[in-house]
T-cell receptor
Framework: DAGVIQSPRHEVTEMGQEVTLRCKPISGHDYLFWYRQTMMRGLELLIYFNNNVPIDDSGMPEDRFSAKMPNASFSTLKIQPSEPRDSAVYFC????????????????FGAGSRLTVL | GESVGLHLPTLSVQEGDNSIINCAYSNSASDYFIWYKQESGKGPQFIIDIRSNMDKRQGQRVTVLLNKTVKHLSLQIAATQPGDSAVYFC?????????????FGKGTKLSVIP
């Protein structure tokens, strides 16, 4: 398996532009997570899906952020309009299950998408 | 809510020595704990996990110790190697909270001196 695949790896855009980040989870994983990583705040959970359904989006910072999972093999995180404070590394992760207890619950992360908003 | 802290932001160790990375958490209901390693330009990678019904778990060159009384866990790396240089994160979960809110610490940067 190629692991969790994210694109683009790097994105530089101007304030006000729309940004779309993409993720392909590991085949067979039922859970997909979007995280944001910054130096100041560390790793923050934005939203997660179970079987393509959003379960908890309480971490999504504001209405400018939206996430979709149209099928089991693809998810997008969209920022519109983007702002300089959105600059961060965005990670997608997937797992077989969620909750503690066994290796099946362990998150496998993608390599991340580094976003710079000028 | 949950806050997760680390005692040291950076740690330098000599190659071959043992490393100990510490993590404190605040929510006594937390019952699942994970250590991740993040190398530069990569996503976090799973190292080892432990449930709250255990106080010690060993892997290959790594040991995680959990002290629920003082809400503290540590990651011990034996015979540290240059390839161990990375940022290490602890993450905690309250699996009974109804949401998979895995809370990550800020990270400790481990530098191995050859």
């Amino acid at each position: 398996d190629a692991g969790v695949i994210q694109s683009p790896r790097h994105e530089v855009t101007e304030m006000g532009q729309e940004v779309t980040l993409r993720c392909k989870p590991i085949s067979g994983h039922d859970y997909l997570f979007w995280y944001r990583q910054t130096m100041m705040r560390g790793l923050e959970l934005l939203i997660y899906f179970n079987n393509n359904v959003p379960i908890d989006d309480s971490g999504m910072p504001e209405d400018r952020f939206s996430a979709k999972m149209p099928n089991a093999s693809f998810s997008t995180l969209k920022i519109q309009p983007s702002e300089p404070r959105d600059s961060a590394v965005y990670f997608c992760a997937s797992s077989l299950r969620a909750g503690g207890g066994s290796g099946a619950n362990v998150l496998t992360f993608g390599a991340g998408s580094r976003l710079t908003v000028l | 809510g949950e806050s997760v802290g680390l005692h040291l932001p950076t740690l330098s160790v000599q190659e071959g020595d043992n490393s100990i990375i510490n993590c404190a958490y605040s929510n006594s209901a937390s019952d699942y704990f994970i250590w991740y390693k993040q190398e530069s330009g990569k996503g976090p990678q799973f190292i080892i996990d432990i449930r709250s019904n255990m106080d010690k778990r060993q892997g290959q060159r790594v040991t995680v110790l959990l002290n629920k009384t003082v809400k503290h866990l540590s990651l011990q790396i034996a015979a540290t190697q240059p390839g161990d240089s990375a940022v290490y994160f602890c993450a905690v979960l309250n699996s009974g909270a109804g949401s998979y809110q895995l809370t990550f610490g800020k990270g400790t940067k481990l530098s191995v001196i050859p």
